[in-house]
């Protein structure tokens, strides 16, 4: 069975500063997803990373992808206020053409609260 | 990138009730999927949505309370049947688009009394 484990679950941080949440994997996928969540709305879609080594960058955002550890970072550099939100990491446990084919199995959610 | 409308987006309904939720895409895709979000949780997978023939459920969801349908490639419905407050969630639509990005739909939001 497929599980994610994010960490930390809530992060309190001051504006301008940096941090990094975590999101482990348990077994092998071809794809790794985050998403940002407001109070009250659905989620947006920030990253998709599909292969070992994988970055991507927008804005304070950064995400990464180390398959061989089984573990995806979120980068956040110099926090505003508008980051404060929940962050979800999510992985599909398949291959195109497989029965997991495109499901999410969801982390708990970071979140997050940037404070002056 | 698709966009993913739902109706409605938020209803209160009464014990032993049903409710059935549209999700609409604006193109095309093949893959369509329900989620839930229970208050305070994270999203987990109901089932897949296939076009065509009957939806794949995960563990712990079933046909009879649950009830889905997919008449093409952009629209399905889910049905939420003879509710209890347990079943008070947000319910989510989402599709894979081109790259592998899934989109959510908006949500709706299901309250039971």
Redesign the interface.
Known sequence: ELKVEQNPLFLSMQEGKNYTIYCNYSTTSDRLYWYRQDPGKSLESLFVLLSNGAVKQEGRLMASLDTKARLSTLHITAAVHDLSATYFCAVTGGNAGGTSYGKLTFGQGTILTVHP | SAVISQKPSRDICQRGTSLTIQCQVDSQVT?M?W?RQQPGQ????IA?ANQGSEA?Y?SGFVIDKFPISRPNLTFSTLTVSNMSPEDSSIY?C?A?GG?????????TRLTVL
């Open positions: 893959m999927f989620y994270s999203l987990t997978l897949t794949t995960e989510l989402s894979m790259g592998g990005t899934q989109y959510f739909g908006p949500g």
